[in-house]
């Protein structure tokens, strides 16, 4: 079955500063990859998504890039502000959503 | 509220006892599923419904587990004799392949405890 890899499980920015989050999924039929954000004690939020058909996808402060070919996506979060801090999960969604292990994104003062 | 709710959203057992766990969709969404989220984990997918269709199981639901969704609206989620290892949040979406098809709305969850 689909394997989703995240990396780094933890990552403190400036802020201001920008912050990345880097997953790898394993099935190269996958085509549909969505981020979430889950605030302490929260559901999950979709916050973008990109399609297999794009390389990449900006909304205001938030980016996702897109490798078919070497099967790996990334999260861009530019200016970062103190509200940015929560867990962010990469997931790939056949029919049902596989997520990543997910990512702690500290934003320091 | 037109967003996805749960009952309840604690529930505090012992270990050996049944639970049950209810999920309301939005109500135009015929596709349901439930994950289960521990500690510092990112969520996992259990099973999912099409209406009143079960369409796949996850190998983490062991035969202690069982969901249902008999008219194809709300479902429910039974543990018996629940472990101490069942202790997680128990998530629910839903999803209509006619209203954007790729979303999935999350529910509060419900929160286990086994004692």
């Known amino acids: 079955g689909e394997n989703v890899e995240q990396h780094p499980s933890t990552l403190s920015v400036q802020e201001g500063d920008s912050a990345v989050i880097k997953c790898t999924y394993s099935?190269?039929?996958?085509?549909?990859f969505p981020w979430y954000k889950q605030e302490l004690g929260k559901r999950p939020q979709l916050i973008i998504d990109?399609?297999?058909?794009?390389g990449e996808k900006k909304d205001q402060r938030i980016a996702v890039t897109l490798n078919k070919t070497a099967k790996h996506f990334s999260l861009h979060i530019t200016e970062t502000q103190p509200e940015d801090s929560a867990v962010y999960f990469c997931?790939?969604?056949?029919?049902?959503?596989?997520f990543g292990k997910g990512t702690r994104l500290h934003i320091l003062p | 509220d037109t967003g996805v709710s749960q009952d309840p959203r604690h529930k505090i057992t012992k270990r050996g006892q049944n639970v049950t766990f209810r999920c309301d969709p939005i109500?135009?969404?015929?596709?349901l599923y439930w994950y289960r989220q521990t500690l510092g984990q990112g969520p996992e997918f259990l099973t999912y419904?099409?209406?009143?269709?079960?369409?796949?199981k996850s190998r983490l639901l062991s035969d202690r587990f069982s969901a249902e969704r008999p008219k194809g609206s709300f479902s429910t989620l039974e543990i018996q004799r629940t472990e101490q290892g069942d202790s997680a949040m128990y998530l629910c979406?839903?999803?209509?392949?006619?209203?954007?098809?790729?979303?999935?709305?999350f529910g509060p969850g419900t929160r286990l405890t086994v004692t």
């Open positions: 109500s135009e969404h015929n596709r």
């Open positions: 979406a839903s999803s209509s392949p006619g209203q954007g098809r790729y979303e999935q709305y």
């Open positions: 099935d190269s039929a996958s085509n549909y």
């Open positions: 990109i399609r297999s058909n794009v």
């Open positions: 419904f099409q209406n009143e269709a079960q369409l796949e």
């Open positions: 997931a790939v969604r056949d029919d049902k959503i596989i």
